[in-house]
């Protein structure tokens, strides 16, 4: 692992609230086209049953990660080959 560098915390938090953002519409158009519903239930929604809330967090945490190691990884390449590396 390298030493970071002093550029690389506001880029990682710039990644983060993008990622966020992105991750966001993602979960709420998935939802959409798998459930049929506008709103996603969440942990206080009692309307709802367990496996709609539990699939719902599964579908978001999975979304989530991979939006951020993606913008983690493409940030990590491009950075490497900037520096004469493949």
């Given at each position: 692992?390298?030493?970071p560098d002093s550029i690389s915390r506001p880029v990682s938090a710039?990644?983060?609230l993008a990622g966020g953002l992105i991750a966001g519409a993602l979960f709420?158009?998935?939802w959409k086209l798998v459930s049929g519903q506008d709103d996603a239930p969440d942990?206080?929604?009692v309307e709802r049953g367990w496996?709609?809330?539990l699939a719902a967090a599964a579908l978001q945490g999975a979304i989530v990660g991979g939006?951020?190691?993606a913008?983690?990884?493409g940030y990590l390449v491009?950075?490497?080959a900037g520096r004469g590396g493949s």
């Open positions: 692992m390298s030493k710039v990644l983060g709420k158009q998935t942990a206080g929604d496996v709609e809330v939006v951020k190691a913008l983690n990884h491009r950075r490497h």
